[in-house]
């Protein structure tokens, strides 16, 4: 089974603190992407990544930035937190090798409150 | 613009009734169509999907409707149990090697289900 974790369940962090998500997953899969869920507004795409050192901007990059330097591994920044920030965090990879209809696999979520 | 639509946030069925989830899609490239189901605290899992040559999936008490002529899909779920209570995202996506993976979701439908 692909396995996708996220470094942490639930974080707590200050206004203007630089804060790193991380996401790791075992199953060799190219694409890399980050959403977060809010009420109402489902899931939305911020970052994704087709391969190493690569990236793309989702739906609402700003105020955060990410980094792939593995395969394996992704990194959601928020260079400065706000407390608009505050929202669950999801990490999800694919692979279109794999599957036809580009499914992705999601982790657990990180659940971020931005005091 | 989203591309996606789930226009009924919220859904409830008396346990072994039938539950009906729609979706509307507005972008006629789209060639598969994924449901999604979360619940709290956790990640999306995939439930099923469907490619856009057919117009009917089934799984077990999940099937899935494609109408490519209205550009709408439903998700049917017979009978409904209260462990299916959860919200179920619409996804979709468009021909390999185009997006590099992605998938375009829907707002997602909170699906109650009271016994």
């Known amino acids: 089974d692909v396995k996708v974790t996220q470094s942490s369940r639930y974080l707590v962090k200050r206004t203007g603190e630089k804060v790193f998500l991380e996401c790791v997953q075992d199953?060799?899969?190219?694409?890399m992407f980050w959403y977060r869920q809010d009420p109402g507004l489902g899931l939305r795409l911020i970052y994704f990544s087709y391969d190493v050192k690569m990236k793309e901007k989702g739906d609402i990059p700003e105020g955060y930035s990410v980094s792939r330097e593995k395969k394996e591994r992704f990194s959601l920044i928020l260079e400065s937190a706000s407390t608009n920030q505050t929202s669950m965090y999801l990490c999800?990879?694919?692979?279109?090798?794999?599957?036809?209809?580009?499914?992705?696999?999601f982790g657990p979520g990180t659940r971020l409150t931005v005091l | 613009d989203q591309q996606v639509k789930q226009n009924s946030p919220s859904l409830s069925v008396q346990e072994g009734r039938i539950s009906i989830l729609n979706c509307d899609y507005t972008?006629?490239?789209?060639?598969?169509f994924l449901w999604y189901k979360k619940y709290p605290a956790e990640g999306p899992t995939f439930l099923i999907s469907i490619s856009s040559i057919k117009d009917k999936n089934e799984d077990g008490r999940f099937t899935v409707f494609l109408n490519k002529s209205a550009k709408h899909l439903s998700l049917h779920i017979v009978p409904s149990q209260p462990g299916d209570s959860a919200v179920y995202f619409c996804a979709a996506s468009v021909p390999r090697g185009s997006t590099l993976g992605r998938l375009y979701f829907g707002r997602g439908t909170q699906l109650t289900v009271w016994p």
């Open positions: 972008n006629s490239m789209f060639d598969y």
């Open positions: 999800a990879s694919s692979s279109e090798t794999v599957s036809a209809y580009n499914e992705q696999f």
């Open positions: 199953m060799d899969h190219e694409n």
